[in-house]
């Protein structure tokens, strides 16, 4: 009789021991650690009782580097106390990929052939010529491009097209409610350029802003092709009051 008290005894104490050590019945909300520091990520750790690990770095255009861009178990996942949570972080060194050859197409052809390998579309400049919006050279940062150079992935590429021997002007384009690419895209599409870019806020990712204020606004003003125009950008869900008029 005695030993089958003290061996229940035992059975008991053990079951209780491995409730308390395993923390049994107790969750924790995995934090969303997206856009965090590790610095950050480490205090949030500590406070929640949990530990982490960085496995990979991935280079991610528009996103502050060293900041967690991938992370598992997923946000909002429960998981036990002292649960490792393993992190993608944002490299500084984005890949380098060679320019394709956009020389003589149109430049509609080029803006899509450049964001096909990763590039985006930067200034454009127009010169007296008969092939109108014809691709005629290729710049970064004042240089002249050849294709086949490499270029670092995310790199705003310049153009220079023919005008078409002409004075041609157009029209101002709405663009409120677009992203800073969509942007980009629609008036390189009628040769004009986005000038002055204006955050409503800081903001970690402007890939996810949208353009609230342009100036000018879309209206029956004309602008020489290469002409600016101003934008001003805002996440979708902080967009600022209109101003009373």
Not at 85 to 113: E, F, H, M, N
Not at 133 to 147: A, C, E, Q, S
Not at 204 to 210: A, E, I, M, R
Request: charged share 25%.
């Amino acid at each position: 009789m005695v030993f089958i008290i003290v061996f229940s005894v035992l059975i008991f104490s053990g079951l209780k021991f491995l409730k308390v050590y395993t923390h049994h019945g107790e969750s924790l909300s995995v934090p969303d650690f997206k856009g965090s520091t590790i610095e950050e990520v480490e205090k949030i750790c500590k406070e929640k009782n949990l530990r982490y690990e960085v496995i990979d770095s991935v280079y991610v255009p528009d996103t502050r580097y060293f900041t967690v861009v991938e992370q598992n178990p997923k946000p909002f996942s429960k998981v036990k106390r002292k649960r490792k949570i393993y992190l993608t972080i944002c490299s500084d060194t984005p890949p380098r990929v060679k320019l394709p050859d956009i020389i003589d197409v149109t430049l509609r052809q080029a803006v899509s052939i450049l964001q096909s390998y990763g590039l985006k579309l930067g200034e454009l400049e127009y010169v007296p010529d008969i092939g109108k919006n014809l691709v005629l050279k290729v710049k970064k940062d004042g240089r002249i491009l050849n294709p086949g150079d490499y270029v670092s992935k995310g790199s705003k590429i310049d153009l220079v097209l023919g005008d078409g021997l002409s004075s041609e002007k157009v029209a101002v384009i709405d663009v409120r409610g677009l992203t800073y690419d969509e942007a980009v895209f629609a008036l390189s599409g009628i040769g004009l350029n986005v000038g002055a870019v204006i955050l409503s806020q800081p903001v970690k990712d402007t890939s996810v802003c949208v353009v609230y204020k342009q100036y000018p606004e879309p209206s029956d003003v004309m602008l020489p092709q290469g002409d600016a125009v101003d934008i001003w950008l805002s996440p979708p869900d902080k967009l600022p009051q209109p101003e009373p008029k």
